[in-house]
C-alpha cells in the first residue's frame, strides 16, 4: 500500500489569492492523481500529474487556475489559482502504483479550502 | 457518464451483514469492480476489487454475479465505524484513459445501535 500526506490540512484564503497544496507520497508509484470534492458532493478528477512533462487536465479544468507540477516520483502540487468563493472544496492527491506491481489507487486525507 | 448504479442510502443494525448492491450492466470484458468508502472528513479508502470471481479480504467481501452485471459488497458484522458514503466503480487496469477511478454518488450506509 501508499501513504499519502498533504500540506496543508486546511486552509482560510482571501478572494483572488493562489494556494499551494503539496502532496507526498511514501513510495514511488506509477500516477498520481488530483480531485476535487465540493461541499456534499462526490469527488471529480481534476488531472493526472505526469511526471517530467504537463498535466493531464479532465474537461472543465484547465492548467492556468490549476497548475500541478510532479518533479519526482513521490511528490507532486496543485496550485488552485486566483480564487473564489467557488473554489472552497476539498482537494484530494491520490496515487497508484506503488512498488512498481500494485494497481490499487490509494487518496490522501485531502486539503479543505475556504475561501473567503 | 454512470457506469454503476447504487441505492443512495441504507441502513444498517450495528452487529448484522451490511449488503450493498450496485448495479453495472454495460461493464466490458476487460473491466474491474472497485468499492471505495469515505468515512466523514477523510479521504476514500479502498477495500476491495475483483474482476469475474467472489473475493473475500479482511474487511469485505465482494459477489459478482456471473453475468458480471451487478454486485454485492458484504460487510460481515457492521459496527458504527463504518458508517461511510461506499463507491462502486469500474475500470479497467492500466495506465490509459479507461483506467481513471471516476466517482459515483455512492451508497450513504448508516450502521446504527
Known amino acids: 500500500s501508499a501513504v499519502i500526506s498533504q500540506k496543508p490540512s486546511r486552509d482560510i484564503c482571501q478572494r483572488g489569492t493562489s494556494l499551494t497544496i503539496q502532496c507526498q507520497v511514501d513510495?514511488?508509484?506509477?500516477?498520481m492523481f488530483w480531485y476535487r470534492q465540493q461541499p456534499g458532493q462526490s469527488l471529480t478528477l481534476i488531472a493526472t500529474?505526469?511526471?517530467?512533462?504537463?498535466?493531464?487536465?479532465e474537461s472543465g479544468f484547465v492548467i492556468d487556475k490549476f497548475p500541478i507540477s510532479r518533479p519526482n516520483l513521490t511528490f507532486s502540487t496543485l496550485t488552485v489559482s486566483n480564487l473564489s468563493p467557488e473554489d472552497s472544496s476539498i482537494y484530494l492527491c491520490?496515487?497508484?502504483?506503488?512498488?512498481?506491481?500494485?494497481?490499487?489507487?490509494?487518496f490522501g486525507p485531502g486539503t479543505r479550502l475556504t475561501v473567503l | 457518464d454512470a457506469k454503476t448504479t447504487q441505492p443512495p442510502s441504507m441502513d444498517c443494525a450495528e452487529g448484522r451483514a451490511a449488503n450493498l448492491p450496485c448495479n453495472h450492466s454495460?461493464?466490458?470484458?476487460?473491466?474491474?469492480v472497485y468499492w471505495y468508502r469515505q468515512i466523514h472528513s477523510q479521504g476514500p479508502q479502498y477495500i476491495i476489487h475483483?474482476?469475474?470471481n467472489n473475493e473475500t479480504n479482511e474487511m469485505a467481501s465482494l459477489i459478482i454475479t456471473e453475468d458480471r452485471k451487478s454486485s454485492t459488497l458484504i460487510l460481515p458484522h457492521a459496527t458504527l465505524r463504518d458508517t461511510a458514503v461506499y463507491y462502486c466503480?469500474?475500470?479497467?487496469?492500466?495506465?490509459?484513459?479507461?483506467?481513471?477511478?471516476?466517482f459515483g454518488t455512492g451508497t450513504r450506509l448508516q450502521v446504527t445501535l
Open positions: 513510495s514511488q508509484v506509477t500516477m
Open positions: 454495460t461493464i466490458s470484458g476487460n473491466e474491474y
Open positions: 466503480i469500474v475500470r479497467v487496469k492500466g495506465t490509459g484513459t479507461a483506467s481513471k477511478l471516476t
Open positions: 500529474a505526469n511526471q517530467g512533462s504537463e498535466a493531464t487536465y
Open positions: 475483483g474482476l469475474k
Open positions: 491520490s496515487a497508484r502504483g506503488a512498488g512498481g506491481t500494485t494497481d490499487t489507487q490509494y
